[in-house]
């Protein structure tokens, strides 16, 4: 059953069917996904900012194509938590190295009782002078 949706590129409405975009969005996409591979073909490798530069593509296309593994090496960009240049994932190795220690370190804080906060603490006082 198709949708009437926003269109996440440029804001009309159309009708979805299977595409996040709307077909001039599409379009514009495919051609860009074409421009930027033709560019990376000839640089080898290049920087994000250098692809938006000289293809005129938005970032944010460029970000999509990476992603979806339209683009495979040879582009860096940045981390998306501490902007050093990267050319796989989303973060750094040290970032996704803290990410996943901070994500270990909180799930081994969630697995006991929580600690007692100031008000439970003050409603064990109040029983105990009872
Ligand atoms: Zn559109
Ligand atoms: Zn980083």
């Known amino acids: 059953m198709p949708e009437i949706k926003n269109c996440p590129g ?3 409405l159309y ?3 299977g595409r996040k975009l709307c077909a001039d969005c599409y379009d514009q996409e495919l051609r860009d996904e074409d421009t930027v591979a033709a560019y990376l073909r000839e640089a080898g490798r290049a920087s994000l900012e250098q692809i938006c530069q000289d293809t005129g593509v938005k970032e944010a296309v460029v970000l999509r194509m990476i992603r979806r593994g339209r683009i495979t090496g040879g ?3 940045p981390c998306e ?3 050093r240049p990267i050319e796989a994932g989303r973060y ?3 970032c996704a190295n803290q990410l996943q220690q901070e994500l270990s370190a909180l799930q081994a804080a969630n697995k006991p009782a929580e600690p007692k906060t100031e008000a439970a603490r003050a409603r064990d006082r109040m029983h105990m002078l009872r």
Do not use: L, Q
Request: net charge neutral; hydrophobic share 35%; with cysteine.
């Open 10 to 12: 440029c804001g009309k």
């Open 15 to 17: 009708m979805e069917i």
């Open 75 to 77: 582009v860096s960009y």
């Open 81 to 83: 938590a501490c902007g």
């Open 92 to 94: 750094c190795p040290a």
